[in-house]
């Protein structure tokens, strides 16, 4: 599941407050509705980033360390 791979956390603030899915690949881009392609953000990370490309590669690999 997901959200447990995650901790049920958002990946952008550690949020766990209102946590929804945020395609990586915005599904308007073309992006799909699969595993690979969905993280976990909370409402307000969500919203702010609206249907943008986000590499959260960086933020992903600091918090498995």
């Known amino acids: 599941d997901i959200l447990n791979i995650y901790d049920r956390k958002c990946v952008y603030c550690n949020s766990v407050e209102r946590i929804t899915m945020d395609h990586l690949l915005p599904l308007s881009k073309n992006g799909d ?10 409402l307000s990370c969500n ?19």
Do not use: F
């Open 33 to 42: 509705h699969v595993k690979t392609n969905v993280i976990p953000a909370c």
């Open 47 to 65: 919203s702010r980033k609206g249907n943008n490309i986000m590499n959260v590669q960086l933020k992903l690999s600091m918090r498995v360390a």
